[in-house]
């Protein structure tokens, strides 16, 4: 046993060494990333506290304050378009009971005048534009602005179709594929490669485990972009489900996700962090404080205002 720990023993310690000083010096081993653009100031359905979400309205209002970049999700009408929409049920937005898959374009129904915040309980929001909107209308008034487009549902023609828009307007570089489920990630990726991604939920996980064994300096990772909850919104301006609203749970969770140390490690390879959604001055200072190169938020002004008064700059791209 004793000659076993012998060898064992400095192995380990020259195994942790190594990781440790690799994790602060990802540059050795890996090439840093260059995405086409860099992104502080993420709408988050375009802003859906000042304005409806994921409205032309809304994205206009963003882009008006300074965002860097759109968040949104698109789903695909019956007759075939690809209509910018959270929810693929449209009760909660208007009222009517009815999929989008369901219904022709002409037929989708209005917003509903006023809206609740998702991410800040019993906050709402109004506009005068209460109508869907395609995406291809979003990428033809804002040509060059980053859109981060989440695929929620398995659909083969909707991931083919936004793929098409993107190669339309000549865009790939600045359109992001983002979905919670790797099976849709890889379909989408078959589809356009060229397009940068984010990490899956999967992904996510294995990108802890990784950070905790020790290997993640030693491997090189695809993803361009990790978003993630700032932890302490749960429960507070974001009732989550069940499971995460025992205050321990939630505590844990933070101690493992929120480290400055994985943060670090990955904006050093030039992956963007994005910690969301932060709708209040508070969780966008300590998004910042750990570590987050960008903050995703339903209140454009509201971050902007913040940005003016503590300027982020974007690191070199460069090893």
């Known amino acids: 046993m004793a000659s076993f720990l012998y060898y064992v023993l400095p192995a380990l310690g020259g195994y942790a060494l190594t990781s440790i000083y690799l994790l602060k010096n990802p540059h050795i081993l890996h090439k840093k990333k260059c995405t086409a653009f860099y992104c502080t100031h993420i709408s988050h359905r375009g802003g859906s506290g000042e304005k409806l979400e994921s409205t032309m309205e809304a994205f206009t209002h963003a882009i008006e304050e300074g965002t860097d970049m759109l968040e949104l999700d698109c789903h695909l009408t019956q007759d075939g378009h690809v209509i910018v929409s959270h929810d693929e049920n449209l009760l909660r937005q208007t009222g009517h009971d009815i999929t989008i898959s369901s219904v022709n374009l002409e037929e989708l129904p209005l917003y509903k005048e006023i809206l609740e915040v998702t991410f800040y309980v019993d906050h709402y929001s109004t506009g005068q534009d209460r109508k869907f909107t395609l995406l291809e209308d979003v990428f033809r008034k804002f040509p060059r602005v980053p859109v981060n487009i989440e695929i929620k549902e398995d659909n083969s023609m909707l991931i083919k179709k936004v793929s098409?828009?993107?190669?339309?307007?000549?865009?790939?570089?600045?359109?992001?594929?983002?979905?919670?489920?790797?099976?849709?990630?890889?379909?989408?990726?078959?589809?356009?490669?060229?397009?940068?991604?984010?990490?899956?939920?999967?992904?996510?996980?294995?990108?802890?485990?990784?950070?905790?064994?020790?290997?993640?300096?030693?491997?090189?990772?695809?993803?361009?972009?990790?978003?993630?909850?700032?932890?302490?919104?749960?429960?507070?301006?974001?009732?989550?489900?069940?499971?995460?609203?025992?205050?321990?749970?939630?505590?844990?969770?933070?101690?493992?996700?929120?480290?400055?140390?994985?943060?670090?490690?990955?904006?050093?390879?030039?992956?963007?962090?994005?910690?969301?959604?932060?709708?209040?001055?508070?969780?966008?200072?300590?998004?910042?404080?750990?570590?987050?190169?960008?903050?995703?938020?339903?209140?454009?002004?509201?971050?902007?205002?913040?940005?003016?008064?503590?300027?982020?700059?974007?690191?070199?791209?460069?090893?």
């Open 164 to 319: 098409s828009l993107v190669k339309q307007y000549g865009r790939e570089d600045i359109t992001v594929w983002a979905s919670v489920q790797s099976n849709i990630m890889r379909k989408c990726r078959r589809e356009n490669p060229s397009m940068p991604y984010m990490f899956t939920k999967s992904r996510g996980l294995q990108l802890l485990l990784l950070y905790y064994s020790g290997l993640l300096p030693f491997l090189p990772l695809g993803e361009s972009f990790l978003q993630f909850y700032l932890i302490q919104i749960l429960n507070r301006t974001f009732i989550p489900p069940p499971i995460l609203r025992n205050k321990m749970i939630v505590c844990i969770i933070e101690k493992l996700t929120m480290r400055k140390s994985l943060f670090k490690h990955l904006v050093d390879r030039g992956i963007q962090v994005h910690l969301f959604v932060c709708n209040e001055e508070q969780d966008i200072k300590a998004a910042f404080a750990l570590g987050a190169t960008g903050v995703m938020t339903d209140y454009p002004t509201l971050l902007s205002n913040y940005l003016c008064a503590n300027p982020h700059s974007a690191p070199p791209c460069s090893q």
